[in-house]
């Protein structure tokens, strides 16, 4: 991270090294279009399109540790191994809450997987039977028991 956080900002102290630059080099050329300018101009350019870059591999860094946070309170709410841990939702854990034992890491993994390939049926357009769609790739296996509306086929 901190790599990430030297890269944005090295991007962006050339940028601003960039526009002084063409600000020192329009003042000096009194207003006028010279090979300094264009050239101060087109460094102004790049340096603009690098920092656009840094700013983007940033968001994308911050958004890839949110999803991986995300995931990790899901399962640890999931698997019930939260205790004294809070991930945001200020709750104790949802096992203790809906009364319902903790699901298996092993098992949230499962359904995951189900849910990703109902997604990607869905999204081909092959979704006509979402039943039957749960069981047509080899790896979703059948929900777990403990949920009547899942193991009712």
Known sequence: MDNMVDTLNNAYQEFVGAAANVL???ESSVAQKTLSTDAA???FKQKWELFRVACDQAEEFVESVKQRIGSECL???ATGSVAGKSCGSGSTSA???TGLPPISAVR???MS???RWLVIE???GSGSSAGSAAHSHPS???FDARFTEDSAQ
């Open 41 to 43: 101009l087109e460094n």
């Open 108 to 110: 949230l993994e499962q």
């Open 24 to 26: 020192e080099a329009k």
């Open 122 to 124: 869905l999204q081909h």
């Open 113 to 115: 997987k189900a849910v």
């Open 140 to 142: 979703a296996a059948p």
């Open 75 to 77: 399962v640890d709410e």
């Open 95 to 97: 096992s203790a809450a």
